[in-house]
């Protein structure tokens, strides 16, 4: 079974700290996805990687980074937390070669709240 | 940009008894994905079903079942029998053949009464 983790289910911060999500899957995927999920809106993507070092901006980037330096891992970065992006957050993978869309894999996801 | 609606907010059916979640989505691709996406109260997303838009026949997973209608941009969800352990969000979600960008609905809430 594909597992997808996340460092924490719950996290509390300030405004302006810098926050740091985790998240590792143990398949070998070569893709992983940050979304947030707030209700009536259902999942938005954030940023996604198709492979290491490699990123792309999906819908509401602003405000986030993200960095893969292994295959396994991907992290978000909230450079300067704001109570706007108190938010669940939701990290996937999925295997895909050359491209082509694949079921994706989620984690259990992270409910920030952002004080 | 494809978009997904799902128009019912909340479902409840009661157990043992069908109900069907509606999605419609809107694209100008002819080759694509469709997925339906059970998300149960503090657990994992979990896949619950796909489509590949080339095939005709629609998809099934034990009491889950899809109607799509590629004319009609229309991709509905069917569970039979229904459980008290099916109560969670179902997402539905759209994604283009060859790309990794998924687009998903509002999501519906579905109670399940005893």
């Known amino acids: 079974d594909v597992k997808v983790t996340q460092s924490s289910r719950y996290l509390v911060k300030r405004t302006g700290e810098k926050v740091f999500l985790e998240c590792v899957q143990d398949?070998?995927?070569?893709?992983m996805f940050w979304y947030r999920q707030d209700p009536g809106l259902g999942l938005r993507l954030i940023y996604f990687?198709?492979?290491?070092?490699?990123?792309e901006k999906g819908d509401i980037p602003e405000g986030y980074s993200v960095s893969r330096e292994k295959k396994e891992r991907f992290s978000l970065i909230l450079e300067s937390a704001s109570t706007n992006q108190t938010s669940m957050y939701l990290c996937a993978s999925s295997f895909s070669v050359t491209g082509l869309s694949d079921t994706q894999y989620f984690g259990p996801g992270t409910r920030l709240t952002v004080l | 940009a494809q978009t997904v609606t799902q128009s019912q907010p909340e479902m409840s059916v009661q157990e043992a008894e069908t109900v069907t979640l509606s999605c419609t989505y809107d694209?100008?691709?002819?080759?694509?994905?469709l997925f339906w996406y059970k998300q149960p109260p503090s657990r994992q997303m979990i896949l619950v079903i796909r489509?590949?838009?080339?095939?005709?026949q629609n998809a099934t997973e034990n009491r889950f079942s899809v109607n799509f209608q590629k004319a009609a941009k229309s991709f509905s969800l069917k569970i039979s029998d229904s459980q008290l352990g099916d109560a969670a969000m179902y997402f539905c979600a759209y994604s283009e053949y060859n790309n990794n960008d998924m687009r998903f609905g509002a999501g519906t809430r579905l109670t399940v009464k005893p």
């Open positions: 489509q590949e838009a080339y095939k005709q």
């Open positions: 694209t100008s691709e002819s080759d694509y994905y």
């Open positions: 398949m070998d995927h070569e893709n």
């Open positions: 990687s198709y492979d290491v070092k490699m990123k």
